[in-house]
């Protein structure tokens, strides 16, 4: 699996939108790109995921570029709820490998 | 419909004990498989099972033991605990027939060996 390269903290204004970068150069045809975020020390909540196309859901929106060299996480409208440690993953098949992931602080 | 349970929540192990962590989930999810987390660490996959009979080693699977001899329930054993073996560990499912798509995870076991 392709490894990812994420900034290791973050801040955010409460409101904002919060732009989480990750880097993933290695990347395979066929591998998809994921985020995972965790709370505290919760269990990874899934967020969203993509092949090459841009995807949005309830949650956030994911943009690929298109070399699909690296992506972009954007929650719209952060709120205090969403400070956590967020985990960008390249997987293809049955083993999503998580990194150190980005520390996401949302402050009011 | 309870999703991902994990039992103990908690286990205070001594050196060389042995113990089984439980997962068990009532999704039909064909897919489980087992993450340990070390402070200020990210998730490492141990091992994984694709289907009932069927069990596969991830990243970090020496030290420990897995089976899966129904859909439901997919235990992590620990034969002789080692004080490195100190963790959370998570059991996360994924539905049937894919392989991709989301992953969902149990509450953790905290573990602490001695």
């Known amino acids: 699996d392709a490894k990812t390269t994420q900034p290791p903290s973050m801040d955010c204004a409460e409101g904002r939108a919060a732009n989480l970068p990750c880097n993933h150069s290695?990347?395979?045809?066929?591998?998809?790109v994921y985020w995972y975020r965790q709370i505290h020390s919760q269990g990874p909540q899934y967020i969203i995921h993509?092949?090459?196309n841009n995807e949005t859901n309830e949650m956030a929106s994911l943009i690929i570029t298109e070399d699909r060299k690296s992506s972009t996480l954007i929650l719209p409208h952060a709120t205090l709820r969403d400070t956590a440690v967020y985990y960008c993953?390249?997987?293809?098949?049955?083993?999503?490998?998580f990194g150190a992931g980005t520390i996401l602080r949302v402050k009011s | 419909n309870a999703g991902v349970t994990q039992t103990p929540k908690f286990q205070v192990l001594k050196t060389g004990q042995s113990m089984t962590l439980q997962c068990a989930q009532d999704?039909?999810?064909?897919?489980m498989s087992w993450y340990r987390q070390d402070p200020g660490m990210g998730l490492r996959l141990i091992h994984y099972?694709?289907?009932?009979?069927?069990?596969d080693q991830g990243e970090v699977p020496n030290g420990y033991n897995v089976s899966r001899s129904t859909t439901e329930d997919f235990p992590l054993r620990l034969l002789s605990a080692a004080p490195s073996q100190t963790s959370v560990y998570f059991c996360?499912?994924?539905?049937?027939?894919?392989?991709?798509?989301?992953?969902?995870f149990g509450e953790g076991s905290r573990l602490t060996v001695l």
């Open positions: 099972s694709v289907g009932a009979g069927i069990t």
């Open positions: 996360a499912t994924r539905r049937s027939g894919v392989t991709t798509g989301e992953l969902f």
């Open positions: 993509g092949l090459k």
């Open positions: 993953i390249v997987s293809y098949g049955n083993k999503l490998v």
């Open positions: 290695t990347i395979s045809g066929n591998e998809y």
């Open positions: 999704m039909n999810h064909e897919y």
